[in-house]
């Protein structure tokens, strides 16, 4: 199988990362192969001579595994699960049940060094004991992690399994590139009040979740039949009663509704039902977020709100895979007025905003739409909003910056200067980048004019080192020369060469530092190429 050329270009960043860290990561939205991506790595570590243990914590997602490596790269692989084991085996691949491997009894039964390579799939989980379990009984094994968009949270919590994040394919990257669904978000002017509901380990309490719910199922059926009786929609509810209570709800409005859950007996029969088109409709209680692919689903109606970023692409992910031969052009997603207390709930903008300030005006511009909205122009937009917003801000925050006199530069100074929004948005993530910056790291920036003490982390320090040295490589002015020109009034001087900047103090020193060149107005000036 030809990977694609994102594909390629993580498998690549994977070996390259293994070179220098032992466990790494791996970030691709739902739909875009992560599977297929550590298959091939699979494949590569078996050509090297590797025994590699894949681990899920789900039956159907190590079936998945098993039958796309078998698929991709013609590898078979043993089993450790329940009755099962790989030990005896002679394939060099192994797919683990998390729940298996944890035991004592089982562990004890590997050296310490029987794999070389281990893969986690849905890494989110992985910050458990039982994996943490695992991973501690094969110390010297290099480990990949494959998760979709994880939220901020989920990244710190990574953080501190993981040491680098090899490769990220961003959500609107793959609409863009073509190879997911466009989406378009509509928020229905429905209140529905969760202000009651407790929190539990992060997220709203599912009990007390359904319960506040339960009073606004008909009303939301009722706003479904404007948007959803043509395409086919899945529904995801807090609890089985309630996801089978709202399929009989829909049935009376008139669609064709099914309802999936653990027990269900006839769950494949179900799903195939749905494939066919013989249901418009598919209720479930959370069980369809991991390891079920259904190309043609066109609307996602998420009824079980969550604070958890990955927990809500899960979600939107069951829809966003291409169906051109089905005429799918795209992925309806409803959203709606939830009245929280709380203002971490997830909402279309979680999706695609990496800025939190982003993501809130993003929210309020599609509750005031009130129609469908393609994410991505609802991203610009909010941005547009925010940054203008911010730029005023920052803009009386420079102002003071410029009027001190101090021989070091303010690390924003420099941001705002050289127009560098990566720099002043930057969040760290994992733990190296959260220490503090190293006496070395420190020395440098300084020794390049930039106050050091008020850089907070390693990750930071990292950052504005590679920045300096790329701008002192390329012939961009040099932080000292930013300090001494925008004390004087020059606009943003790190967009200059450091000739033009030398230049510029050249003619200020020549008249003694006691003003500026005649005819030089600082606030408009310009200076000339070189």
């Known amino acids: ?77 043993a089993t450790e699960k329940a009755e099962e084991s790989c030990l005896g085996s002679w394939f ?5 049940s998390v729940q298996t491997m944890m035991r004592e009894k089982r562990l004890s039964q590997f050296p310490d060094d029987y794999f070389d390579t281990i ?20 110390p010297e094994a290099k480990v990949l992690g494959v998760t979709a968009t994880p939220d901020r949270g989920d990244m710190r919590n990574l953080g501190q399994v993981f040491e680098s994040l090899a490769y990220e394919y ?29 929190v539990q ?46 399929r009989d709800i829909l049935n009376e409005w008139g669609f064709r509704a099914a309802e999936v859950n653990g027990d269900s007996r006839d769950r494949a029969e179900i799903l195939g039902a749905f494939d066919r088109g013989d249901y418009n409709v598919l209720c479930n209680s959370m069980l369809l977020t991991e390891g079920w692919d259904c190309p043609s689903v066109d609307c996602i109606v998420v009824l079980r709100p969550t604070k958890v970023r990955s927990l809500y692409s899960q979600m939107v992910g069951r829809g966003t895979r291409l169906s051109p031969e089905t005429g799918k052009d795209h992925l309806l997603l409803l959203d709606f007025l939830w009245h929280t207390e709380r203002h971490e709930l997830c909402h279309p903008a979680s999706l695609i905003c990496t800025d939190d300030e982003v993501a809130r005006q993003m929210t309020a511009n599609l509750e005031e739409a009130g129609c469908p909205v393609d994410v991505e122009e609802a991203e610009r937009s909010a941005a547009e909003d925010v940054v203008a917003q911010r730029e005023a801000a920052l803009a009386n925050q420079l102002a003071e910056m410029r009027g001190r006199k101090k021989k070091l530069v303010d690390p924003l100074q420099f941001e705002m200067s050289i127009q560098a ?11 190296w980048e959260m220490a503090p910056p190293s006496d070395k790291q420190k020395k440098e920036l300084e020794r390049f004019g930039i106050a050091s003490a008020a850089v907070e982390s390693a990750g930071k320090a990292t950052m504005l080192l590679n920045r300096l040295y790329k701008r002192q490589r390329e012939g961009y002015a040099r932080p000292k020369q930013i300090n001494v020109l925008e004390q004087r009034g ?23 530092w006691r003003g500026l060149p005649p005819g030089v107005d600082p606030k408009t000036y310009i200076p000339e190429e070189a």
């Open 1 to 77: 199988m030809e990977l694609r050329p994102y594909q390629k270009e993580a498998k690549n960043a994977i070996f390259s990362q293994w070179e220098s860290v032992d466990k790494t990561l791996l970030v691709l939205p739902t739909g875009c192969g992560k599977t297929i991506v550590f298959a091939k790595v699979t494949e590569e570590c078996v050509r090297q001579g590797r025994r590699v243990l894949i681990l899920a914590h789900r039956g159907e997602l190590l079936q998945q595994a098993a039958d796309k490596l078998s698929k991709v790269t013609g590898l078979g692989c």
């Open 92 to 96: 060099r691949v192994t797919v683990g």
């Open 119 to 138: 893969i986690i799939d849905e890494a989110h989980h992985c910050v458990s004991d039982s994996y943490q379990r695992v991973l501690g009984h094969f």
């Open 170 to 198: 961003t959500l609107p990257k793959a609409i863009k590139e073509g190879y997911l669904s466009p989406i378009r978000a509509v928020t229905l002017p429905l209140k529905l009040d969760l202000s009651g509901v407790g």
């Open 201 to 246: 380990a992060g997220d709203f309490k599912i009990q007390e979740l359904a319960t506040a719910l339960d009073p606004y199922l008909y009303q939301i059926a009722d706003e479904m039949k404007e948007y959803c009786m043509d395409r086919k929609t899945v529904v995801f509810l807090p609890l089985v009663k309630t996801s089978q209570k709202f």
């Open 421 to 431: 929004e990566d720099l002043s948005g930057y969040v760290p993530s994992f733990g």
């Open 490 to 512: 020059f606009q943003n001087v790190g967009t200059w060469t450091f000739e033009q900047a030398d230049k510029m103090i050249g003619r200020i020193a020549a008249q003694g």
